[in-house]
């Protein structure tokens, strides 16, 4: 991820913090200079904010290892101001295993806060819970209360935070997929207006949370639209194979032509029906500007490509196209081409499954 440095990698997950994170501390310790004026309370004010983001990244370790037995790797975890992110490679099938993936994480933070409630029950510190405040108590006390708040605000049944995929893995123990989270992304953009209202009478704070909420949901609402469209639908049924190709014997030239001849912008260079590399448009562009079209196509091509095999399904092949930064994968049998997918031909496909799906439910 751009903008974020690795801080460390523990149980084989690096742990990134993003620069922003940095702008956070700042604040933090400007905030306790102006209040306190002594460099003592700037430290424990930063070390405070520290610590509580530890307990951040122990709760998406809980996410994550959790994850990982069902099998599911984590790309990486990164740290925001407004929180951590664990950046799983998908979320389990089955919701019985989505519900305890989603758990594992506010889990964790109950355990923290438990552990702490006894360190300070024994050591005879502790004040009582009518008296804790984030400003003032001991250390202990205010670890203890942020780690309730992030239980608290984590089990807000509204996506992106884990009360939202809590919701809809329990309707999705009754009912389908898509439908489970259709129902939990509208309840999540409910629970967003309220917050949103009862901000604006004086909490801003809310209304930030408010935007975040809504924008998850329909994010999670459209990914999960696309999924459900995707999974168990041969490639072959979705693959361009009408297309136009280049010869390794070819010039930019003969690749502008091709450019602007239709509106296709990538295009599979071929050596005796074999795929030896793709041209793309940007490196089409970039290319004509140093070199001029006299240049062969052999020479700007990517040899390097992600290819697909036929017999793929197509969300497998569509978590391909997200992850390399191509636009276009050549679908390959035997060293022949076959067909191609691109973004947009994805696009197209989950814009007529959702056609025909209307047209189902009207007739249905
Ligand atoms: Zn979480």
Known sequence: MKWA?????????????????????????????????????????????????????LHEFGHALTARRYGIRTRDIT?????????????????????????????????????LFVVLAMSGTFAGFDQLSVARGSFLERLMLVNIWLVVFNLIPAFPMDGGRMLRAALAMRMDYARATRSAANLGQGIALLFGLVGLMGNPFLVFIALFVWIGAAQESAATQMKFALSGTPLTRAMMTVFRTLSVHDTLGAAVSALLAGSQQDFPVLDDGRVVGVLTRTDLLAALAREGDGTPVTSVM????????????????????????????????????????????????????????ATRRAQG
């Open 302 to 357: 990517q040899r390097a490509f992600i290819a697909a095999d036929p017999s793929e399904m197509l969300d497998t092949v569509f978590e391909r196209l997200q992850a390399c930064t191509c636009r276009t994968v050549p679908v390959v049998r035997g060293g022949q081409l076959v067909g191609l997918v691109t973004m947009e031909n994805v696009g197209e496909f989950v814009s007529v499954q959702a056609a025909l799906g």
């Open 5 to 57: 440095s690795r801080i460390g990698t523990f149980a084989g997950i690096s742990v990134y913090v993003h620069a922003t994170f940095l702008l956070l501390i700042i604040w933090i310790g400007v905030s306790y200079w102006r209040a306190e004026q002594s460099i003592p309370a700037v430290v424990s004010g930063i070390v405070f904010i520290l610590a509580l983001f530890g307990c951040v990244v």
């Open 79 to 115: 740290l925001f101001p407004i929180g951590g992110v664990a950046r799983l490679e998908r979320m389990p099938d089955d919701p019985r295993q989505e519900l305890l993936v989603a758990v594992a994480g506010p889990a964790v933070n109950v355990v923290i806060a438990a552990l």
